[in-house]
C-alpha cells in the first residue's frame, strides 16, 4: 500500500517538475483526486545560482583601495601585509600539491614591479621564508617610500637575495623554481610594459610552460578590465585576485584563488560585489569552475551548492568535482528527497 502510494506519488512530483532556467525548479500545484487525497501545495523553489564569482572593474578596484584607506582608516602597512600572506598562502598550497619531497626545499622566484603589486611581493617573499621556503627577489625599480625601504630590508634580515634584474641563467634555469611569482603589474597598470618589465615579461612567457606562473592580482601585461588585448599571450597557470577578482579574471582559464579578507561588508554592497566564504581562518579561498550543466546534473548541481551554503561549507570542496560519482549520489539524493516529501505529503494527508 505504501509502496503503491509512494510510487503514485513520484510519478505526480516527477510530472509536476518544470525545470525553468538553470537553478530554478518550479513545482506546479499537483492535484490529488480520491479519497484522502488533497491539493499539494504549490512551491516556487528557487536555489541559488552556483558561486559565480562578482568582478571590480580597474577603476573600482582603485576607488575601493581608496576609500579603504580613508573610511575605515586602514593603512596601505596594513592591507598589504594581508594581501602578502594570502599570495603567500596560496603559493605555498599549489606548490606543497606538487612537492616532490618534504627534503626539498621549494625555491620561489618573487619578481616585483614598482607599485603596490611589487610590494604585495615582497611581503609574500617574506611569509615563503617563514613558511620554509627559500626565495630570490627580482626588484629592477625600487620604490624610495619608506614602507617599501622597510619591507625591502626585511626580506633581506630573512636571507633573501634581492636582485636588480632577471638572473642570467634564467632560461637554463627556470624549471627549477617551484613557482615563479608574478608581482609586476596590479590593478593600474595601463599601455604597453615598458622598459625594463618588457623584456622581463617575455622571459616570463616563454618559461610559464616549464614553470609554475603565479600572478598577483592581475596577470602582468594584460587589460585590467578586458585581459590580454594587446596580444601579448602571457598566461599564468595561477591567479591570485586581491579583494575580487578584475574583468580580466573572466577571460583566465588556469587556478584562480581569491585572497584579501579585509573588507568590512557595508563596502561590498557598495562596490556591488560579493567576497568569497574563506574556509576557516585562511586568508584565502580557491574558485572552482563550475561547468555548465543541463538536466538533472544541472538539478543536482544546485542541491549541492545549497547544501554547501546551508552547512557553512565552501561549495568548491564538495564533490561537485567528483564527476564519475555523480549518478549514484544523484540516485542516493532521489531516494532521500522522495522519503522527505513523501513523509510531508504523509504528514499533510494525516491532517486533513
Ligand atoms: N585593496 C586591495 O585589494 C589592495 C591592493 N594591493 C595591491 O595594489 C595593487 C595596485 O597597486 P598600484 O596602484 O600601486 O599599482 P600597480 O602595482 O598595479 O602598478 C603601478 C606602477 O606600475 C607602473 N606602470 C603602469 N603601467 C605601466 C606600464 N605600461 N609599463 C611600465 N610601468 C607601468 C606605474 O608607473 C606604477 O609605478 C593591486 O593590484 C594589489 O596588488 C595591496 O597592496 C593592498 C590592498
Ligand atoms: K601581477
Given at each position: 500500500m505504501i509502496a503503491s502510494a509512494r510510487s503514485l506519488f513520484r510519478s505526480i512530483t516527477i510530472r509536476t517538475s518544470i525545470k525553468f532556467v538553470a537553478g530554478t525548479e518550479a513545482r506546479l500545484p499537483g492535484l490529488l483526486i480520491g479519497s484522502g487525497f488533497a491539493v499539494l501545495c504549490s512551491t516556487l523553489k528557487t536555489t541559488p545560482a552556483m558561486t559565480e564569482p562578482t568582478y571590480l572593474s580597474a577603476a573600482a578596484a582603485a576607488a575601493l583601495d581608496a576609500e579603504l584607506m580613508s573610511e575605515p582608516g586602514f593603512t596601505l602597512e596594513q592591507l598589504m601585509e594581508l594581501a602578502g600572506l594570502a599570495v603567500a598562502e596560496a603559493v605555498y598550497t599549489v606548490v606543497e600539491e606538487r612537492?616532490?619531497?618534504?627534503?626539498i626545499k621549494p625555491k620561489i622566484l618573487v619578481i616585483c614591479g614598482p607599485g603596490n603589486n611589487g610590494g604585495d611581493g615582497l611581503v609574500a617573499a617574506r611569509h615563503l621564508v617563514l613558511f620554509g621556503y627559500e626565495c630570490v627577489i627580482v626588484y629592477p625599480k625600487r620604490s624610495s617610500k619608506q614602507h617599501f625601504v622597510n619591507l625591502q630590508k626585511q626580506c633581506e634580515d630573512m636571507g633573501i637575495a634581492v636582485l636588480n634584474?632577471?638572473?642570467?641563467?634564467f632560461e637554463d634555469?627556470?624549471?627549477?623554481?617551484?613557482a615563479i611569482v608574478d608581482s609586476i603589474f596590479g590593478f593600474s597598470f595601463h599601455g604597453e610594459p615598458r622598459v625594463p618589465f618588457d623584456s622581463i615579461l617575455l622571459r616570463l612567457k616563454k618559461a610559464q610552460d616549464s614553470a609554475l606562473v603565479v600572478s598577483v592580482?592581475?596577470?602582468?601585461?594584460?587589460?585590467?578590465?578586458?585581459?590580454d588585448v594587446g596580444g601579448?599571450?602571457?598566461?599564468?597557470q595561477v591567479l591570485i585576485s586581491l579583494t575580487a577578482p578584475k574583468g580580466c579574471a573572466k577571460k583566465f582559464k588556469g587556478r584562480h584563488f581569491v585572497g584579501g579578507r579585509f573588507v568590512p561588508p557595508y563596502l561590498e554592497e557598495k562596490y556591488q560585489f560579493r567576497m568569497p566564504k574563506y574556509p576557516g581562518t585562511s586568508q584565502v579561498v580557491e574558485l572552482k569552475r563550475v561547468p555548465k550543466y543541463t538536466g538533472w546534473e544541472a538539478e543536482y548541481a544546485a542541491y549541492l551548492a545549497e547544501k554547501a551554503t546551508a552547512e557553512q561549507s565552501?561549495?568548491?570542496?564538495?564533490?561537485?568535482?567528483?564527476?564519475?560519482s555523480w549518478e549514484a549520489q544523484y540516485a542516493a539524493y532521489l531516494q532521500e528527497k522522495e522519503a522527505t516529501e513523501f513523509a510531508s505529503y504523509e504528514a499533510r494527508n494525516e491532517e486533513l
Amino acid at each position: 500500500m505504501i509502496a503503491s502510494a509512494r510510487s503514485l506519488f513520484r510519478s505526480i512530483t516527477i510530472r509536476t517538475s518544470i525545470k525553468f532556467v538553470a537553478g530554478t525548479e518550479a513545482r506546479l500545484p499537483g492535484l490529488l483526486i480520491g479519497s484522502g487525497f488533497a491539493v499539494l501545495c504549490s512551491t516556487l523553489k528557487t536555489t541559488p545560482a552556483m558561486t559565480e564569482p562578482t568582478y571590480l572593474s580597474a577603476a573600482a578596484a582603485a576607488a575601493l583601495d581608496a576609500e579603504l584607506m580613508s573610511e575605515p582608516g586602514f593603512t596601505l602597512e596594513q592591507l598589504m601585509e594581508l594581501a602578502g600572506l594570502a599570495v603567500a598562502e596560496a603559493v605555498y598550497t599549489v606548490v606543497e600539491e606538487r612537492r616532490p619531497s618534504p627534503q626539498i626545499k621549494p625555491k620561489i622566484l618573487v619578481i616585483c614591479g614598482p607599485g603596490n603589486n611589487g610590494g604585495d611581493g615582497l611581503v609574500a617573499a617574506r611569509h615563503l621564508v617563514l613558511f620554509g621556503y627559500e626565495c630570490v627577489i627580482v626588484y629592477p625599480k625600487r620604490s624610495s617610500k619608506q614602507h617599501f625601504v622597510n619591507l625591502q630590508k626585511q626580506c633581506e634580515d630573512m636571507g633573501i637575495a634581492v636582485l636588480n634584474g632577471m638572473p642570467d641563467d634564467f632560461e637554463d634555469r627556470s624549471g627549477e623554481y617551484a613557482a615563479i611569482v608574478d608581482s609586476i603589474f596590479g590593478f593600474s597598470f595601463h599601455g604597453e610594459p615598458r622598459v625594463p618589465f618588457d623584456s622581463i615579461l617575455l622571459r616570463l612567457k616563454k618559461a610559464q610552460d616549464s614553470a609554475l606562473v603565479v600572478s598577483v592580482d592581475v596577470p602582468s601585461g594584460w587589460d585590467v578590465d578586458e585581459g590580454d588585448v594587446g596580444g601579448f599571450g602571457f598566461s599564468p597557470q595561477v591567479l591570485i585576485s586581491l579583494t575580487a577578482p578584475k574583468g580580466c579574471a573572466k577571460k583566465f582559464k588556469g587556478r584562480h584563488f581569491v585572497g584579501g579578507r579585509f573588507v568590512p561588508p557595508y563596502l561590498e554592497e557598495k562596490y556591488q560585489f560579493r567576497m568569497p566564504k574563506y574556509p576557516g581562518t585562511s586568508q584565502v579561498v580557491e574558485l572552482k569552475r563550475v561547468p555548465k550543466y543541463t538536466g538533472w546534473e544541472a538539478e543536482y548541481a544546485a542541491y549541492l551548492a545549497e547544501k554547501a551554503t546551508a552547512e557553512q561549507s565552501t561549495p568548491q570542496k564538495t564533490s561537485l568535482v567528483e564527476e564519475e560519482s555523480w549518478e549514484a549520489q544523484y540516485a542516493a539524493y532521489l531516494q532521500e528527497k522522495e522519503a522527505t516529501e513523501f513523509a510531508s505529503y504523509e504528514a499533510r494527508n494525516e491532517e486533513l
